[in-house]
């Protein structure tokens, strides 16, 4: 099991950028791959990206292709979201999740551990 928190989100402009963090305690964070996902008031949740032990793969949803970037630090236990280009629908409740799936998925319920969620408000 491991705990996340993440921090980084706040009221932004369309076209601006924010920079997500979660970060994770305990030793074993680069066991797990890492996922960030979203929900919109009165939507499902959603993928978002993700990536894997090792870095060395991500995957993203395709309406954040190109505007996202997921990475992460194993050395600071922490995985992060870069958001540029933003839009209004981009706005939602964001949350990062781990998963111990030998390979890195799309579907929450992949995911055993999430964090709180931060808000991500994006302004037209």
């Known amino acids: 099991q491991v705990q996340l928190v993440e921090s980084g989100g706040g009221l932004v402009q369309a076209g601006g950028s924010l920079r997500l963090s979660c970060a994770a305690s305990?030793?074993?964070?680069?066991?797990?791959?890492m996922g960030w996902f979203r929900q919109a008031p009165g939507k499902e949740r959603e993928f978002v990206a993700g990536i894997t032990r090792s870095a060395a793969f991500s995957d993203y949803a395709d309406s954040v292709k190109g505007r996202f970037a997921i990475s992460r630090d194993n050395a600071k236990n922490t995985v992060y979201l870069q958001m540029n280009s933003l839009k209004p629908e981009d706005t939602a409740v964001y949350s990062c999740a781990a998963a111990s799936t030998p390979i890195l998925l799309r579907i929450a319920r992949a995911y055993a551990d999430w964090g709180q969620g931060t808000q991500v408000t994006v302004s037209s």
């Open positions: 305990g030793r074993t964070f680069s066991t797990y791959n």
